[in-house]
């Protein structure tokens, strides 16, 4: 059964936060094949803007990865209401809200990625997060 572009876009979502769970919580050569996987998914031209509103570039994400590996155990992530809001082509828009918990604290946002799918791939073009106040 093929899969519709919305299912990918949704199971790519999952993929890119387990990559990044396992980055944030494993230290060294054991976070080196997530980071090269989660990497492979962003275009060349990647930006995001952080809940903190500075826009970054992929090198600069890859930079807060590399720095970050195994900074973070115990975290736990998760991702929940996936959602397409905008759709043209190959192209989709997805909205999902991230949330972060350790040591008992819990933080949250809602993000919007912009992907394009084709057969054999999905790239993330542009990520805007907001953090959700609590």
Known sequence: ???????RAEHNVRRVHTLIHTIFTHAGPSAQPAMQELMS????????VTTAGRVTTRDEVAQMFRQAAGTRPG???SVAEIQPVWQQGASIAMRYKE???????????????????SENAILWHYLHETG???
Do not use: K, W
Not at 1 to 7: A, C, L
Not at 41 to 48: H, K, L, P, Q, T
């Open 1 to 7: 059964m093929q899969h519709t572009i919305i299912e």
């Open 41 to 48: 998914f962003f275009s060349s031209d990647f930006s995001m």
């Open 75 to 77: 975290l736990e992530i």
């Open 99 to 117: 949330s972060h918990r350790r040591d008992g604290v819990e933080t949250s946002r809602i993000s919007v990625v912009l992907l394009t799918c």
């Open 132 to 134: 959700l106040g609590h």
